[in-house]
């Protein structure tokens, strides 16, 4: 039995361990040294095939994507909006300038298509959990090569081979509650395809992909408390096929979007 | 260490462990002593706050929800729906039969919101993993009562405190790939409500509420392969406060849907 209590764990079994002790995150800071000093002091032992799941909100914190909100003019629309739904207008500034696309804008709620096309609330823009009371995080530029280059330091520290997933914390439209979903994917497909393959009956299982990326991004969100600054998930034990991935398998595209 | 392999597990953790060599279940069948047989056998060792998460196609089963399709006469709408799209007739009128609304309805997949309240695709309708070419199943006609019923069968077997959560395997609006969701709860707040607790500077946390049953679903999801027949999964170490719970709180009410 390891430190971390994994002994010839069977193909059945996945287990979700939270990295803790990390720090409070600032633009520049090296994550992937960071990850590995507390996986260190955790007695983390690095297995093949370990996802590592990332909150976003950190990887922005490094990535710089601090937006002072001092410094965001807030335009006509903006104004209108906040000041119709009681809203910081230099808030819906930084939303509408994140939107490629406005999907919903009513009841003080604004829906968009982010650049990556993830649709969101707030196209990502986030004040919870940023130092000052005036800042907001907005998304990686790219989430897919922020989980690249995060796998490819951990991979070279430790020896073995790795996956990522970066998650953000979304709504979704006919259910209450937040779950967690993967915006950035490096080392695993996002998409687990099991179309043409045959049920216990032996027909083929229609229209089938499971969204392997997401259930890890929300099994992981069960363990990354809100306030409790858990924001990075192991997870062993998943069964995958390794491969580049990239979050955007996630993404529908708009000719198969009956939802518009 | 138990035959589980768990031994002192931190309460940073969560453990998700298939239960293997479960029959393929009839009408009638009893569900908790199946799942009790497969655990005694698998040397799993009970524990307060394990959450038992069974897929819905099981529940239906031992319910008898099945229909057989040849006793299904389609009407005009599903008849004149099933030449557009090339689909079987009878299929798409227990469709209808099971929605309490349609909601979108075009290019060949209607989306409807069932009985419960749950909108998904064809209202829960399946016809993969039921013996016999002309069969289907539907949803359990109480999803919350079924979980209740087995959460008390195996609480009283064991004589720990347990939850259980039916799942079922559901598409997205803007995301591709299917993501397991909570049907039924009992025994855990399907909802953990963050709001009014501070974030790590102190503010206060604007409405966030952790779908946990849903991302319980979605992490047992990962373990039950589609074609292999692993439809139970025990979630150890997922920290919540026991109480009775019900997947209607996921149910977002008219009023706060933004996507109609």
């Not at 069977?10 to 287990?15: E, M, N, V």
């Not at 590592?52 to 914190?61: L, P, R, T």
């Not at 099991?194 to 991004?217: E, K, S």
């Amino acid at each position: 039995v390891t430190s971390n209590g994994i002994r010839d764990m069977p193909r059945s079994q996945i287990r979700l361990t939270t990295l803790d002790g990390l720090p409070e995150f600032q633009p520049g800071d090296n994550l992937a040294a960071a990850i590995l000093m507390a996986a260190r002091r955790g007695g983390i032992v690095w297995r093949d095939n370990t996802v590592v799941v990332v909150a976003q909100k950190i990887v922005s914190k490094v990535e710089g994507k601090i937006v002072e909100l001092n410094a965001v003019e807030p335009g006509e629309r903006a104004q209108e909006f906040a000041r119709q739904f009681d809203k910081d207008p230099r808030l819906i500034e930084l939303v509408l300038r994140e939107a490629k696309r406005i999907v919903r804008m009513e009841r003080g709620v604004i829906i968009a298509e982010t650049r990556h096309g993830f649709v969101c609330a707030n196209a990502g823009v986030d004040r919870s959990n940023v130092p000052g009371l005036d800042r907001a995080t907005v998304l990686p530029d790219d989430p897919d090569g922020s989980a690249r280059a995060l796998r490819a330091r951990l991979q070279t520290a430790t020896g073995v081979r790795l996956a990522a997933i970066i998650s953000d914390t979304w709504g979704r439209p006919w259910r209450l509650g937040l779950v967690d979903c993967a915006i950035g994917v490096a080392g695993l497909p996002a998409l687990r395809d099991y179309r043409g393959l045959p049920d216990r009956q032996g027909r083929p299982l229609h229209a089938t992909r499971l969204a392997l990326a997401d259930q890890l991004a929300a099994a992981a969100g069960m363990l990354m408390e809100k306030s409790a600054g858990r924001p990075v998930v192991l997870a062993e034990g998943v069964e995958f096929r390794p491969q580049d991935g990239s979050a955007r398998e996630l993404v529908r595209g708009e000719e198969e979007n009956l939802f518009r």
